[in-house]
C-alpha cells in the first residue's frame, strides 16, 4: 500500500519521501487508518516492523489538521529507554520537518541545561513530547507540565516498560492526563500484564497483531492437560514410548530444568540439562553433546528457545506451557526443521489453562488435546475460560473490551 492513499497532509507526504518510505509497512496499513478514524488501538508489533512510523504519522496528521490547544502538549509517548526516546525523537523530526508539529525528547541521565529546556518546553506546551516514564513523572510532579490540551497517549514497548518496573510511574503519569484522550500501545509480546494494563487504560480498542509469526505447518502440535503431579510420570511414559533421535524439553524455570532433569537421570536416558546457572563452557559441551547425539535428550530454559541451530529434534516437549505465543512458537520451532517433520507436545496444568488457551486464539486455532493414559489416574477437563484463580473470584472469559461508554476523538 503507497502512503499516498492515507491522503496525508502534503508537508506530512513530504517528510515521507524524504525519509525514503514509499509502500507502508504492514503494521501500518492496518494501525493507521484505525488512529486517523479516532480508535484506541493495541498492537503487537516488534522493533523493526514500522511500529514507530505507525503512531507517528496519523499523529502528525491529526496535530496538522485538527485544531489543538498550542499551550499544551498534544500527544505524549511514553517509552521504556532513552535511546529509544532519542530514536523515536529522531524519526520524528524527519517525518514532521516540512510541518510546524513540534516536538521534544525528555528523559533520564541530562545534566542541568537539558531540563531546564525539558521544563520550558514542557510548562509551554510542545506537540509531541516523547518520554522515559521516571523523568516525565519527575516533570509532572513539579506542577508546571502542561496537559489540559492532551489528546493522545501512545505506549511503545509496553512489555518492556513493565519488565523494567515502570507500571506505577505509567499509572501515575496517565492520572494526571485528560480522561478524554485516544490510546495506542505497542507491545512486542502480550502476556497476561499487557492485557490488563490495556483493559485499565484503553476504550473499546481494536486489535493489530503482527508480530506472531506462524508455526510450521509440519510440526504436529499436541498437547496434555494434566495435573501438576502427572507431569513427570508422563515425560517418562512418552519417552518411553519410542526412540526418539533427540529431544528437547523446555521448562519455565531453571528449578523445574534441575528438578526433571534428576528425575529423568535416575532412567537410562542420556539426558542433561541447560539454563543460565552453568558457565558458558559448560553450556557449550552440553549443546556439542547433544548435537552430537551423545545425549539426546536436553531439559532448558527458554535460553534455548530461540536462534539455536539443531536440525534434527523430533521432539519437543513443553513440559510447562510458555509465557506467551511467541515463546511458544519459537520453542516449538525447534524441531520440524529443513526437510524432517517434528512434534511438540505442552502439558498444560490447571492453573496454565488460560495462558494456553490465550496462545490458541493468538495462534488462530486449536491444538488437539490427547487423552491422559488411564494409569496415571483421572485428569483435569479442559476449560481455559472459565479457570479460577488463586483469589477465588471467578474470572471468566475476560474480554479487552468493556462496556464503559466514553466517546473517541474523530477527526
Ligand atoms: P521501527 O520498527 O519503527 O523501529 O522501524 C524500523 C526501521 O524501518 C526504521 O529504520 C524506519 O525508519 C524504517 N521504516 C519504517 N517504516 C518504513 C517504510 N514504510 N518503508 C521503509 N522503511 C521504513
Known sequence: MKFTEFNFNENLVEGIQASGYEDATPVQEQVIPLVLQGKDVIASAQTGTGKTAAFLLPLINNIISAPIDHHSITALVIVPTRELAVQIAQHMEGLSYFTSVSSIAVYGGGDGNAFVQEKKALSAGADVVICTPGKMLAHINMGYVKLQGLKYLVLDEADRMLDMGFYDDIMRIIQALPAKRQNL?????????????????????????????????????????????????????????????????????????????????????????????????????VLMHFKSGRLNIL??????????????????????????????????????????????????????????????????RTVTKVPVPEQFGEAPEYNPTAFIPRDGKKSGKKPFRHNKDRSVNKR
Open 185 to 285: 500501545l505497542f507491545s512486542a509480546t502480550m502476556p497476561t500484564k499487557i492485557r490488563e494494563l490495556a483493559r485499565k487504560i484503553l476504550h473499546h480498542p481494536e486489535e493489530v497483531n503482527i508480530s506472531i509469526s506462524k508455526p510450521n505447518e509440519k510440526i504436529i502440535q499436541l498437547a496434555y492437560v494434566v495435573y501438576d503431579t502427572q507431569k513427570i510420570p508422563l515425560v517418562k511414559y512418552i519417552l518411553g514410548q519410542k526412540e526418539f533421535s533427540s529431544v528437547l524439553i523446555f521448562c519455565s524455570s531453571k528449578i523445574s530444568v534441575k528438578q526433571l532433569n534428576r528425575e529423568l537421570r535416575r532412567t537410562t536416558l542420556k539426558v542433561d540439562e541447560i539454563h543460565s546457572d552453568l558457565e558458558q563452557s559448560k553450556r557449550e559441551e
Open 299 to 364: 531439559v532448558a530454559t527458554d535460553i534455548l528457545s530461540r536462534g539455536i541451530d539443531i536440525d534434527n529434534i523430533g521432539l519437543v516437549i513443553n513440559y510447562d506451557v510458555p509465557h506467551d505465543g511467541e515463546d511458544y512458537v519459537h520453542r516449538i520451532g525447534r524441531t520440524a526443521r529443513a526437510a524432517a517433520d517434528g512434534t511438540a507436545i505442552t502439558f498444560i496444568s490447571v492453573k496454565e489453562q488460560r495462558k494456553f488457551g490465550q496462545i490458541e486464539k493468538l495462534l488462530g
